[in-house]
């Protein structure tokens, strides 16, 4: 927590007002607004996850459609595609940036127009807080028209070419689970150029319910809009988001000064144009062997690390998707290694770690 948290959450109590609507809901969706730029609209909701089904069935994705999706994610990218009942389609990645290849995505477009079955969506991730190719996959939407729905849930405070990472898709989402840059304990937004899609998605996130002096339902609705007590710690966080993406940072130039120039670890350096909030810092190592000594000789000194996210085409409850695979995400998976990225390690800590992971690799 930043300090100043509380005295927002402390309003929200003595205004009485605990319930999802009120002042430190539309507060921090303005402070978010200000800070993304680039005519965003936000709606704040309960969380990321259901960020991306209400923004899957606010691109009219439906039963039987299909979705493309980054395979090198979290599974939650994924999931909403099953929540509406469409078919995941996963494409592998690229070197530069480890996120959507545009190579494989437009071969799985055309190939899948040729049998007559035009993907409905593509969400693509900025992993770990590096923007994927922004340009290039904006223009393979454009010549197909075929929306994007931005997963900014790792990326708050990165940067493409200058502009905000969540403000390039179509529909847009963050997250604020309590592992992200900033945390409102549990929490998510959908973010939009377009207003009547925000008012939409409040809408559908309220239970859908109509105007009349009744309840009535005209739709199906969900239970997704975020609390005033928890927009309150948001908007404590918001004021201290630029020392958050400063600490990351500064977390990832300590590791790559001291383990960079070990021949079997690799960084995942910014191409021009690239600021990423360096959520998570993490390497590669040049085998599976290396990286699980690594994890094992930190985890004997009760320091966490995790392998680098396993990808969708390889989880058991994906089985069944369609996969466009080049091997570059499978390879990432077994030789890398997110290390500790908390803001608030002090230096001492993170040096511990820099001479463990010295120590196994000699």
Known sequence: MGGSEQSFVAEAFSQNWIAPLGPNVDGFENDLELFLGNNSKVALLSSGTAAIHLGLNLLGVSKGDDVICQSFTFSASANPI????????????????????????????LERIQLGKKPKAIIAVHLYGMPYKVDLITAISEKYDIPVLEDSAEALGSMFNGVNCGTFGDISILSFNGNKIITTSGGGALITKNLDIKYRAVHLATQARDSAPHYQHSQIGYNYRMSNVLAGIGRGQMEVLPQRVKGRRRN?????????NIDSIEFL????????????????????????????????ENIESRPLWKPMHMQPVFNDAI?????VSEDLFNRGICLPSGTNLPTEDLLRTVEIIKKTVK
């Not at 929540?83 to 477009?109: H, M, Q, R």
């Not at 990832?252 to 960079?260: F, N, Q, R």
């Not at 998570?280 to 190592?285: D, K, R, S, Y």
């Open 269 to 300: 350096d910014e191409p021009k144009g690239y600021f990423s909030n360096r959520w998570l810092t993490c390497i590669l190592t040049k085998s599976f062997e290396l990286r699980e000594e690594i994890r094992n000789a930190l985890d004997a």
């Open 252 to 260: 990832y130039e300590i590791y790559a000064k001291h383990l960079s």
């Open 323 to 327: 996969t466009y695979d080049n091997g």
């Open 82 to 109: 099953y929540y509406v009942g469409a078919n995941p389609i996963f494409v592998d990645s690229e070197k530069d940036t480890w996120n959507l290849c545009p190579i494989l995505l437009e071969k799985c477009i």
